[in-house]
């Protein structure tokens, strides 16, 4: 891990040990703690949102939080270990463990902690969302992902004037994407192995209270599901006027 460890400079420890302790936090306010300037702290943290030990929500100011030391580990470890087994075990050796479960209070938990875990991302990527706007990051990592031969279906439960074009785009970017109304949950499939699912609130965007699992055969089940909806799902019309036929 020598390389690895390179890529972690000395104030990004100081940064997320003061997180730890002081909770959520902008880089202000983690600058004062540590007497630096808040773009040292913003360069510090870069390496710590990448390796998912820190979880940037989106308020204004920004602000920070650290995840805890083993749900860390394990958000780092999960999609290396799915690989790790489905390419050097045989299925009938592979010992089941108990389901790793977090928690996610909010749409910006569940973004941030996804866009961690499709970094990850080995063979396939399925994605049921709510039709709002998506952070650039999600964005980024969706073009990487394809980059590096990732299918990606996204099923979007709502089509208007305010999102048509930005689905529009997706597709041009190579995601595959499809109507669907009525599932009622926001829900990402990684790789059959970790899996989001949390409440969807069409007059409350930032509402998500959900759970994470990473458990293939829960992540199996949940495939089945999505494709399921899928065969029923409608093709992305051209203009809203098709929206009529649906």
């Not at 002081?22 to 880089?27: F, Q, R």
């Not at 805890?68 to 010992?95: G, R, Y």
């Not at 992540?219 to 809203?240: C, E, R, T, Y």
């Amino acid at each position: 891990m020598k390389g690895l460890s390179a890529q972690i400079p000395p104030q990004a420890t100081q940064i997320y040990q003061v997180l730890l302790d002081g909770g959520e936090m902008t880089a202000t306010d983690i600058g004062r703690s540590l007497h630096i300037w808040p773009h040292s702290v913003y360069r510090a943290l870069k390496p710590l949102i990448n390796l998912g030990c820190v979880i940037k929500n989106r308020n204004q100011p920004a602000t920070f939080k650290a995840i805890a030391p083993q749900q860390a580990v394990n958000l780092f470890l999960a999609p290396q270990k799915d690989w790790f087994l489905s390419t050097f075990s045989q299925k009938e050796n592979i010992i089941l463990e108990q389901p790793g479960i977090t928690f996610l209070n909010n749409r910006n938990e569940l973004l941030d902690t996804s866009i961690v875990d499709q970094r990850g991302s080995r063979k396939k990527v399925c994605l049921v969302v709510s039709g709002d706007e998506i952070p650039a990051e999600l964005v980024l990592e969706n073009t990487r992902a394809i980059k590096r031969g990732v299918s990606i279906r996204l099923i979007v439960q709502r089509i208007d004037k305010d999102n048509l074009k930005m689905i529009h785009n997706w597709i041009k970017n190579g995601l595959k994407v499809k109507f669907y109304p009525s599932v009622n949950s926001r829900i990402i499939i990684i790789d059959s192995c970790i899996v989001f699912v949390t409440s969807y609130n069409p007059t409350n965007k930032d509402e998500a209270l959900g759970v994470r699992f990473v458990y293939p055969p829960f992540g199996k089940i949940m495939s089945d599901f999505f494709n399921q909806i899928w065969v029923q799902a409608k093709p992305v019309p051209a203009s809203l006027s098709g929206m009529e036929d649906y």
